[in-house]
């Protein structure tokens, strides 16, 4: 149990355009999934909380009109890199919740790169 | 803000025992998480432990928790080449977590 799909796995794009990656989680409801950004040998960076329903909580310096989240469903958060960049290339990672503090499962992740 | 440090390297002989080690700053922690990442892939939850626990163990992993000196630390018994990864160190307030850099585990034969 406890399975978070994320899609797509990876992506190539050209600078000025947009992505969005969609964060499921396939067998329990999310109120709260996570997007985090991985750069390479480095450690997880969380971007935002997404909370469904409401507004996403950015952590300080996430540019929120850059990095879009949406959660309308308990299943379904997606993140929108808007006016993609060399520099957001990077590896994005979600998470959520089924058990609270106990389980944070994570989707596989996405590997975007922006030429 | 929370710190949570680890060594970036380990190397262990195939069949030996593999120990990462990892501090922590936040004394408000509730719990402590092991992630292992493989090669292009997100995390897999290997163990947690609750803050008041000192130890727990399950089947080759073995989590130490010294909540005194804030040290977490993982022992994987009988490494094989298949526990060659990185393997983050977490902990949690509230909901949100904090990872350490990454241990890159290589096991040789």
């Known amino acids: 149990g406890a399975v978070v799909s994320q899609h797509p796995s990876w992506v190539i794009c050209k600078s000025g355009t947009s992505v969005k990656i969609e964060c499921r989680s396939l067998d329990f409801q999310a109120t709260t999934m996570f997007w985090y950004r991985q750069f390479p040998k480095q450690s997880l960076m969380l971007m935002a909380t997404?909370?469904?329903?409401?507004?996403?909580?950015?952590e300080q310096g996430v540019e929120k009109d850059k990095f879009l989240i949406n959660h309308a469903s308990l299943t379904l958060s997606t993140l929108t890199v808007t006016s993609a960049h060399p520099e957001d290339s990077s590896f994005y990672i979600c998470?959520?919740?089924?058990?609270?503090?106990?389980?944070?499962?994570f989707g596989s992740g996405t590997r975007l790169t922006v030429v | 803000g929370e710190d949570v440090e680890q060594s970036l390297f380990l190397s262990v002989r195939e069949g030996d025992s593999s120990v990462i080690n990892c501090t922590y700053t936040?004394?408000?922690?509730?719990?402590l998480y092991w992630y292992k990442q493989e090669p292009g892939a997100g995390l897999q939850l290997l163990t947690y432990?609750?803050?008041?626990?000192d130890m727990k163990q399950d089947q080759r992993l073995t989590v130490l928790l010294n909540k005194k000196d804030k040290h977490l630390s993982l022992r994987i018994a009988d490494t094989q080449t298949g526990d060659s990864a990185i393997y983050f160190c977490?902990?949690?307030?509230?909901?949100?977590?904090?990872f350490g850099a990454g241990t890159t585990v290589t096991v040789r034969a």
């Open positions: 936040d004394s408000s922690s509730t719990y």
């Open positions: 432990i609750f803050s008041n626990m």
């Open positions: 998470s959520a919740s089924r058990d609270g503090a106990k389980g944070y499962t």
């Open positions: 997404s909370n469904e329903g409401s507004k996403a909580t950015y």
């Open positions: 977490a902990e949690s307030n509230d909901y949100k977590l904090s």
